[in-house]
């Protein structure tokens, strides 16, 4: 279960995302991209990074501004945030709009920095995506506004 795109020499298109992470994992995903692309210059590169364990993923970004990145797995996808020791503060102050599994995911962090850290968070379900954008708001405050 949730097994990552793990073959390198066979890059996915479109349709075999889709196929992959299923069609509510592929909703989510499109309510995700919807959502940033308005409050950020959003862009997204599809790459295989971090070696063999973490496959086929897209990478997104704000102008030239890393944000995160998303990798495919069976029937969903996971997130993969850095926060910075500087994003730190940003992110405790959303701690107490966040549910019980993101705080637990905050806490859990792997470490990076002073205290910041890399967070995986697998998307299974709308709320999810409530969780996940606080704290990429948090990592890069929207620029634009509505």
């Not at 995302?17 to 592929?26: L, M």
Request: proline fraction near 5%; hydrophobic fraction near 35%.
């Amino acid at each position: 279960m949730y097994e990552r795109m793990l073959d390198k020499s066979n890059k996915p298109c479109l349709s075999q995302i889709i196929e992959y992470i299923g069609k509510d994992g592929y909703a989510r995903l499109c309510k995700l991209e919807a959502y940033l692309e308005t409050q950020y210059n959003l862009s997204r590169e599809l790459r295989f990074p971090f070696g063999n364990n973490y496959g086929w993923g897209y990478k997104y970004s704000h102008k030239s501004f890393h944000l995160f990145y998303v990798f495919f797995e069976k029937g969903a996808f996971t997130v993969l945030i850095q926060i910075g020791d500087k994003q730190v503060p940003a992110v405790e102050k959303t701690l107490v709009a966040l549910t019980p599994k993101a705080k637990k995911l905050w806490v859990t962090r792997y470490p990076c920095g002073n205290n910041g850290g890399w967070i995986k968070y697998r998307i299974l379900e709308d709320a999810d995506l409530l969780d996940i954008i606080q704290y990429i708001r948090a990592k890069k405050s929207p620029p634009k506004q509505n």
